[in-house]
């Protein structure tokens, strides 16, 4: 047991010291119409509500982000968009690997449990060790977030995908949640794929497009989405610059992206205000006009 509690005690210390690495900070650029910035990993917390500026209630889904740092570029064929790995939460000493360790030592980067790989812009490539804040977003803007939907278990195909089912009385016994007929006959004499079938529901990738952020919270390290995102809580999801929309409109006119992320010093607020609400204009809209 001694020996057991020694090699727990080394592995613990030398996981401390990967811990020490060294801060780096990136050239700030100009952002442009046609950049791709990286995205981040964040948890999802949980919903809440708030207000805007006219007292209307929005729903909003807080994620929190936490230790998050580009380990390395990862280069491709394409050279339009090579991809950035990114790392993020803190995982306990004794849950990481020999080979990951080495892997995070090589590039810089502090121990990470949860790893992905955003494509950006040559232009906005980070180098590895780059610490990303919730102050990479702005308030206004518009993002995708991508998570595992939530696990429904097996399913029939009227939960599944919406079937009416059969008749509750009057001409069908034992048929009442049945898909019905599933193909022809011997003409093609098989089932297509892709046939909506029972099966296991949920548990899947999900995007959701274009979602506002309402609020940052510098100090917490939480961004505000109106509206839901994918997953339970705590669960882990992707956040980045929306792709759909055109490249001016994500960003609110008045304000510009911190490009190709958020440095001190030299993106706007430095420090940075304890919180920031995105402001929905406009005119009153309980104010009754005639």
Known sequence: MSSLMHSNDDFQNSAQEIQKVEKVNPEAKTWKPTSR??????KKL??????DEWGIKIPVTVLQIENVQVIKQIK?????FPRLQVGA???????????LKGHFEKYNSSLKSVVTEFPVTPDAVLPSGTEITVAHFVPGQLVDVIGKSKGKGFAGVMKRW????GRASHGVSLAHRTPG????NQDPGRVFPGKKMPGRMGNQSVTVMELKVMK???ELNCLYIK???PGNKRGIVKVRDAIKTNSVSKFPSDITPPFPTYIPGANGFNPLPREMVARVGGKDPLLLTK
């Open 89 to 99: 939460f803190t995982p306990r000493p004794d849950k990481v690997t020999k080979p």
């Open 181 to 184: 007929s599933i193909g022809q």
């Open 37 to 42: 910035r990286v995205g981040v990993l964040a």
């Open 76 to 80: 491709t064929s394409n050279d339009n």
């Open 227 to 229: 509206g839901h995102v």
């Open 216 to 218: 940052i919270d510098t």
């Open 162 to 165: 919406g079937f009416g089912g």
């Open 46 to 51: 949980g919903m809440t509500s708030m207000w």
